[in-house]
């Protein structure tokens, strides 16, 4: 004869702790937090501009409890994953100034990147992440 077991699931129970503010949510949005705040630490400085600008948030998505953290300045590519060689299109050479001395150069870089939102990442994160 075989063996019947029913389950009855609590949609509403199981509603409440999928939200941003039930148990899960309450726990990704502590670990969201956690990796904006190591990402401001690593983020290099400068002007401050850049560790200033760095936000986090967490939503329902779907069934989905989603923690983001970004930043909106728009060299904060360049920095993170580093870019190629700067060259001049038009000119025989690249002017910019440092500390108030006018510098003429042929080519600039390239750059290494400083990938301080992966490394906060992947410090405070306790679930496993891997790069796409």
Known sequence: MPTRVNIRLNQAAINRLLSPQGDIGERVERVTRAVANRARQRA?????????????????????????????????????????????????????????????ARRVGPARGQPFLWEALRAESPWPVRRR
């Open 44 to 104: 290099p400085v400068d002007s401050g501009h850049l560790r200033a600008s760095i936000r986090s948030a967490v939503r329902q998505e779907g069934g989905r409890i989603v923690g983001r953290v970004w930043t909106d300045v728009d060299y904060a590519s360049i920095v993170h994953n580093g870019r190629g060689p700067v060259v001049p299109r038009r000119a025989k050479a690249l002017r910019f100034q440092i500390g108030g001395r006018t510098i003429f």
